[in-house]
């Protein structure tokens, strides 16, 4: 179920007496459906889902961290992000990105602007970062994706397309990016990021439909 069913649910089935449980990292969670957010406290690694219902407007999180409603709903609101990712291939080899200050890879691309078509916003961010012509030639799926970095907690909506570039040998326009082929058969013991996008990639295959990989799955 996504956070907009699950609002959706809230709305029209309140529980008044939803039953506790407790996550890994100490959290304890709503078990009826209810509205969701993500927060993390100090003993946390991976996300937590918070479970509130209509008569319980604050759940504990770890740490003793609260988190109510209305924070949610703004937190969600500022961070939901919609990224077109370019799937671009030459001689069994794919293309990646590389921030300079970071160990790990992923696919070439960037942030949609508001208002800004998808396909738009991926042929713009590829002139940005590589200032070549660029091609959309499909689409090959949606990996929808939730991270915590410091205090932030972001949820991405990863829109991916297969992509043909003019140039053979891209360089890097960005001064904190750098750009390098990855044979395919390397793919899965590298470290590309998200992982459930690299996950999605290796099960997708060749000559496959769209896929659609929901958040933490």
Not at 42 to 53: D, E
Not at 199 to 206: F, H, Q, R, Y
Request: aromatic share 6%; hydrophobic share 40%.
């Amino acid at each position: 179920m996504t956070l907009a069913q699950r609002h959706f649910a809230d709305q029209l089935n309140p529980d008044p007496s939803p039953t506790a449980t407790t996550h890994s990292c100490g959290l304890r969670r709503n078990a009826k459906i209810g509205r969701t957010g993500v927060a993390s406290g100090n003993n946390c690694s991976t996300p937590a889902t918070i479970w509130l219902t209509a008569n319980s407007p604050v759940a504990t999180i770890c740490q003793g961290r609260t988190f109510d409603r209305h924070e949610r709903a703004t937190m969600s609101a500022a961070t939901t992000e919609i990224i077109a990712r370019a799937i671009i291939r030459r001689n069994n080899q794919i293309l990646l990105a590389r921030q300079h200050t970071k160990a790990w890879s992923f696919l070439p691309g960037g942030h949609v602007e508001p208002g800004e078509r998808v396909e738009v916003a991926l042929v713009r961010e590829l002139v940005e970062e590589l200032d070549t012509e660029a091609k959309i030639t499909g689409f090959v799926g949606v990996v929808e994706y939730g991270y915590i970095e410091g205090d932030i907690t972001h949820h991405e909506l990863n829109l991916v397309f297969d992509v043909d570039i003019a140039d053979d040998e891209p360089v890097s326009q960005e001064d904190h990016l750098s750009f390098h082929w990855l044979p395919l058969n390397q793919l899965a013991e590298a470290d590309v990021r998200p992982g459930s996008l690299k996950k999605a990639l290796l099960a997708a295959g060749d000559n496959q439909p769209p896929f659609w990989h929901p958040w933490n799955s």
